[in-house]
């Protein structure tokens, strides 16, 4: 994790200050490799998300540092594999309070089942997001339309 990550996360709302991310610079999550999280099979998540657990377990246990704020981070190294998991996502998906490491993978875990159920619709949207210039991987697709459904837009034919 570098102070570049920490800055990349700012541009999308973490709001970090460089003392708090400090506690983490340096560690490494290359144990974690370039995986697909929607694209891998089940037997394959089940021995990746432990590999995961352990290496999000070395970077929860800091102050300041919640998981809105790591996943927005992570998502920059691992896109196709760690969504953004803000409060208007975990609040979606039901995911509760509890250790940071269980909440990211608990996230993880319900984005891939909804995400595999919708995979051949994803991969339609991540063509389109091409053809127009602003290429996404089909995780944060989905997250994104989370975003669309519960974050804080009133409907389209309310006023307001």
Partial sequence: MTDEDRRVANRVGARISAKIWAQIVGQSIAKIGDWDLLNMSNFE??????VIYQVLCLLVGHRGIGVARLTKALHRKRPKLVPICDSVVLNALGVGAGNKADVIIAC???LRIVGQEQLSRLHELRKLSKQLGAEMTELRILELLYWVQFGPFPPANRKI
Avoid: F, P, S
């Fill in 45 to 50: 998540w089940q021995n990746r998300k432990q």
């Fill in 108 to 110: 993880v875990d319900r």
